[in-house]
T-cell receptor
Framework: NAGVTQTPKFQVLKTGQSMTLQCAQD?????MSWYRQDPGMGLRLIHY???????DQGEVPNGYNVSRSTTEDFPLRLLSAAPSQTSVYFC????????????FGPGTRLTVL | GIQVEQSPPDLILQEGANSTLRCNFS?????LQWFHQNPWGQLINLFY???GTKQNGRLSATTVATERYSLLYISSSQTTDSGVYFC????????????FGQGTELSVKP
C-alpha cells in the first residue's frame, strides 16, 4: 500500500493563478480531508468528504473547492491564489469502521507570490 | 466549537529523560488522537485514544474523557523523538473532522 499520496510536493504560484492539489489513497477509506498548516497555528480543516459525491466545509473553506468523484481521489482546487494561501497542505484519510485513525499524506508546500 | 489546548508549547530534554505532554479539550469528544510531526514534516499517528490508557514501546497515552484531558508520556527520550506533538479531537463518525491543538515542540538533546 502506498497509503496517502499527494502531488506536487512543492509549488510556487503567482497571485491570481489557479491550480489543483492532488490527493489519492489506496486504503479504500470513505473519509478524506484537507488541512492547512501555518506556523504556530496547528492544522486547520479546509474541506472534508464522507464518501464519493459528498463533501462539506471545514473551518477555513474560503478560496478552495473540492469534489469527490471516486473513493480514491480528493483534489483540492485553488480558484484564484492569494498570498494568504501560502501554507503547507495535508490530505488525510480514515475509515468509519473500526478506530477512526487518520492517515496523513506527506504534504504540499505552496508559496503564493 | 471545540477548543483544544496543549501544554507546554515547547520542551527541551536531555536524552534519556522522561516527559509528559498535556491536552485539554473544551467539550465531550469521542475521537482523540495523538500525532508526531517529525522534522521533515511527516505526520504520524501515535494513538487513537478517546478514553483509557494505551502503550506503545516508550510511549503511552491516557485520556480521562470525563475530565476532558489527555496525557502523552514519553519515557527514556531519544533524539529521534524530536518534533512537534499534536493532539486532535473530534466526534465519532464525523467524517474525519478533527480539531487540532497548537502542538508541543519537543527537542531532545544528545
Amino acid at each position: 500500500n502506498a497509503g496517502v499520496t499527494q502531488t506536487p510536493k512543492f509549488q510556487v504560484l503567482k497571485t491570481g493563478q489557479s491550480m489543483t492539489l492532488q490527493c489519492a489513497q489506496d486504503m479504500n477509506h470513505e473519509y478524506m480531508s484537507w488541512y492547512r498548516q501555518d506556523p504556530g497555528m496547528g492544522l486547520r480543516l479546509i474541506h472534508y468528504s464522507v464518501g464519493a459525491g459528498i463533501t462539506d466545509q471545514g473551518e477555513v473553506p474560503n478560496g478552495y473547492n473540492v469534489s469527490r468523484s471516486t473513493t480514491e481521489d480528493f483534489p483540492l482546487r485553488l480558484l484564484s491564489a492569494a498570498p494568504s494561501q501560502t501554507s503547507v497542505y495535508f490530505c488525510a484519510s480514515s475509515s468509519p469502521s473500526g478506530p477512526d485513525t487518520q492517515y496523513f499524506g506527506p504534504g504540499t508546500r505552496l508559496t503564493v507570490l | 466549537g471545540i477548543q483544544v489546548e496543549q501544554s507546554p508549547p515547547d520542551l527541551i530534554l536531555q536524552e534519556g529523560a522522561n516527559s509528559t505532554l498535556r491536552c485539554n479539550f473544551s467539550d465531550s469528544v469521542n475521537n482523540l488522537q495523538w500525532f508526531h510531526q517529525n522534522p521533515w514534516g511527516q505526520l504520524i499517528n501515535l494513538f487513537y485514544i478517546p478514553s483509557g490508557t494505551k502503550q506503545n514501546g516508550r510511549l503511552s497515552a491516557t485520556t480521562v474523557a470525563t475530565e476532558r484531558y489527555s496525557l502523552l508520556y514519553i519515557s527514556s527520550s531519544q533524539t529521534t523523538d524530536s518534533g512537534v506533538y499534536f493532539c486532535a479531537v473530534g466526534l465519532y463518525n464525523q467524517g474525519g473532522k478533527l480539531i487540532f491543538g497548537q502542538g508541543t515542540e519537543l527537542s531532545v538533546k544528545p
